[in-house]
C-alpha cells in the first residue's frame, strides 16, 4: 500500500508539473506578451498625440489662414507697420507703439545678447526697423511677415489665432516676456490696430460710411474688446 501510494503521489506531481508547464508558463508568457504589446501601444498612441499637439500648437501660433488678402491685400497694414521709410506709408510702427496697443513680444524667439539689450534699455523702442526686425524673428505674438522688399520692407502681413488668445508673462518687460498660449490678450486695442490700416475702403464699402468713421468707430472700443458687426453687420 505504501508503495503504491507513493507512486501515486509521483505520478500526480508530475502530472502538476506537466500542467504546469503545458498551461500556466504560456498564459504567463501571453500575459507578458500582452503587457508589452499594450505598452507599445500606449507609446505610440502618446507619440501621435504628441505629434499632433505639437501641429496644433505650430497652426494656432502661425497660421494666417490666407488672411493676408485681407490684412495685407485689402487694408495694408504691413505698410502702417513699415512706414515710408520702408516703402510704406507714414512714420511706420515701433515697438513702444505696438506695445502700446498691446501686441506682446515672445522673449523665447529672441537671441540672448538681444533680450539682454532689452533689458538693460540699449534697443530703440522707437524705431519702426526694430519692429520689422522683431517680425522677421516670429516674435510679434500673432502678427506674420510675408515676404520682403529689396528696401526691407514687407510684401504683406497675416494674423493668427495668438494675437487674441495668447499673451506673455512680462519676465523681461511690460509686453515682453515667455509667451502663454491660450490666455487672452486683454491689452489688445483691436480697432486701434485697424485704424492703423491705410486703406479701409474696403470695410466703409460694406458698412456704406466714409473711412473716418470706421476709424472713429474702432477707435471708440478700447483695449480687449471687438465689435465683429463693423465687418459682419
Do not use: Y
Amino acid at each position: 500500500m505504501k508503495k503504491s501510494a507513493s507512486a501515486t503521489l509521483v505520478v500526480a506531481v508530475s502530472m502538476a508539473a506537466v500542467w504546469t508547464a503545458a498551461f500556466v508558463a504560456p498564459r504567463a508568457e501571453t500575459g507578458r506578451d500582452n503587457q508589452r504589446d499594450e505598452r507599445s501601444f500606449d507609446q505610440t498612441i502618446g507619440a501621435h498625440a504628441r505629434e499632433l499637439f505639437g501641429e496644433g500648437r505650430q497652426t494656432f501660433r502661425f497660421d494666417t489662414f490666407a488672411d493676408k488678402h485681407f490684412c495685407g491685400d485689402a487694408l495694408k497694414l504691413h505698410q502702417a507697420i513699415e512706414g515710408a521709410r520702408f516703402g510704406g506709408v507714414g512714420a511706420g510702427l515701433s515697438p513702444a507703439a505696438a506695445l502700446g496697443a498691446g501686441l506682446k513680444v515672445d522673449s523665447t524667439a529672441l537671441p540672448p545678447s538681444l533680450v539682454d539689450a532689452v533689458l538693460h534699455g540699449a534697443v530703440d523702442l522707437n524705431d519702426p526697423a526694430n519692429t520689422l526686425a522683431l517680425l522677421r524673428l516670429n516674435a510679434v505674438i500673432g502678427v506674420v511677415p510675408i515676404g520682403s522688399t529689396a528696401i526691407g520692407g514687407l510684401q504683406s502681413v497675416g494674423v493668427t489665432c495668438a494675437l487674441c488668445h495668447s499673451t506673455v508673462d512680462d519676465s523681461v518687460a511690460p509686453g515682453i516676456g515667455r509667451r502663454r498660449d491660450g490666455w487672452p490678450n486683454r491689452d489688445l486695442n483691436v480697432g486701434a490696430i485697424i485704424a492703423m490700416a491705410p486703406d479701409l475702403s474696403a470695410v466703409a464699402a460694406l458698412l456704406q460710411v466714409d473711412q473716418p468713421t470706421v476709424r472713429a468707430v474702432a477707435n471708440s472700443w478700447g483695449p480687449g474688446r471687438f465689435d465683429a458687426e463693423l465687418f459682419l453687420d
